[in-house]
């Protein structure tokens, strides 16, 4: 692996949230499904050292793909320079978007060669399981999706155009509006008898005269206070 400085800060963070996504047991698999189908017997420990070391060179994936697909890489270095075994990792690369696997499922060499991403090389590898399980040979991982393409006839279609859209206009109200309810109303005051502007009552005992009696000096008084009319 190349001698580079080890990472600090924010590139060390982002480092160890890539490499906790490797799970052993997921590489001891695909290692396994390597060791099967190019027929060679090697340790197949899924701890991150073995995994890289196993395929850094890049023979082993090429060997997989010829044996997906026949001579799809015509020549493999074995052995060589820093350089040609690199080369080996973009050989397998390139045969896998030949094999049908999405640019976007790929890793970068230096994933492998400088073991920055071991995860997505597994990945990577899992597609190409995949894909091959897609064309009925064997594989490994979750069986691809199958196209369901359907085919409508002219009527249908033109069966389509007649439906007409409902169009609800709605208020953008919450799905569980606020209950609003309503404030207390303040406490009445006690009613109370207002000041009579009358006379009391009489006792039921007293006779007319008594009346008389009672209310004749206020009568008279009015009588005599009232202004004197002009005559005429």
């Given at each position: ?9 924010i ?12 799970k052993?047991?997921?590489?001891h ?6 060791r099967?189908m190019?027929?060679e ?15 850094r ?17 015509r ?12 080369e ?7 045969a896998?978007i ?38 009925g ?9 199958q196209?369901?393409?359907r085919?409508f ?9 007649t439906?007409?859209g409902?169009v609800?206009?709605?208020?953008l ?11 207390p109303s303040?406490?009445?005051p ?20 008594h009346?008389?009696?009672?209310y004749?000096p206020?009568?008279f008084?009015?009588?005599t206070t009232r ?6």
């Open positions: 692996m190349a001698n580079r400085a080890s990472p600090s800060g590139a060390a963070q982002e480092r160890h949230k890539v490499l906790s996504k490797y052993e047991e997921d590489s698999h695909v290692l396994e499904y390597l099967y190019i027929g017997d090697f340790d197949t420990n899924g701890n991150m050292d073995n995994f890289i070391r196993q395929l060179n890049g023979v082993k994936l090429c060997q997989l793909m010829n044996a997906l697909q026949p001579n799809i890489i020549k493999i270095n074995i052995q060589g320079s820093d350089f040609k075994l690199m080996n990792i973009g050989q397998f690369t390139t896998a030949k094999f049908g696997v999405e640019n976007n499922e790929l890793f970068q060499t230096v994933d492998l060669w400088e073991g920055r991403n071991p995860h997505q090389v597994m990945c990577t590898i899992v597609a190409v399981g995949r894909k091959a399980m897609s064309k040979l064997p594989g490994i991982g979750p069986k691809e999706a196209e369901n393409k085919e006839t002219e009527e249908q279609l033109r069966a389509g155009d439906v007409i409902i609800r206009v709605l208020p109200l919450p799905s569980n509006p606020p209950r609003i309810l309503p404030l303040p406490p009445l006690p009613l109370r008898s207002l000041p009579s502007t009358s006379s009391p009552p009489l006792p039921s005992s007293f006779s007319a005269p009346i008389l009696f009672l004749l206020q009568v008084r009015q009588a202004a004197p009319t002009n005559p005429a």
